[in-house]
């Protein structure tokens, strides 16, 4: 038997995780409709990395033309071999209302972002879909 590279691996995972029949458990109120949360999906993600020997890293970096997120997904039998997924961040601006007033702190919608753009790249990554 073959050693699977790092695109067999992430495919393995993203049929399980397929499989497993999610649940959305975030709500938005104002807008009406349900989204998938990190703890809807972080827990069985984790688990199937383990068992298919892969592992990711989140970070969000800055270049002179753009700020993005970017997610490594690598094999851990083979660290060198990886897959980016990159996306350009937005800035959030949690808790602000319509006439401008209100807000969170800046760490606040710092961590609004990471939390944001980390449950985006995994989605991308692993083929979690939503509904268009």
Known sequence: MTDKNI????????????????????KNTYSSFSYYELRDFLPQLNNLMLSNDIMTAF??????????????????SKPEEKVDFRLPTAEVEI????DGTGGAEPIQNLGGKATYMRRYMMMIAFE???SD
């Open 128 to 130: 979690i879909i939503e």
């Open 59 to 76: 970070s969000i970096v800055k270049t002179s033309e753009v700020e993005e997120a970017v997610l490594e997904v690598f094999n851990s």
């Open 95 to 98: 808790g602000k209302k319509k």
């Open 7 to 26: 695109y067999q691996k992430i495919q393995e995972v993203r049929v399980q995780l397929q499989n497993m029949n999610l649940k959305k458990t975030g």
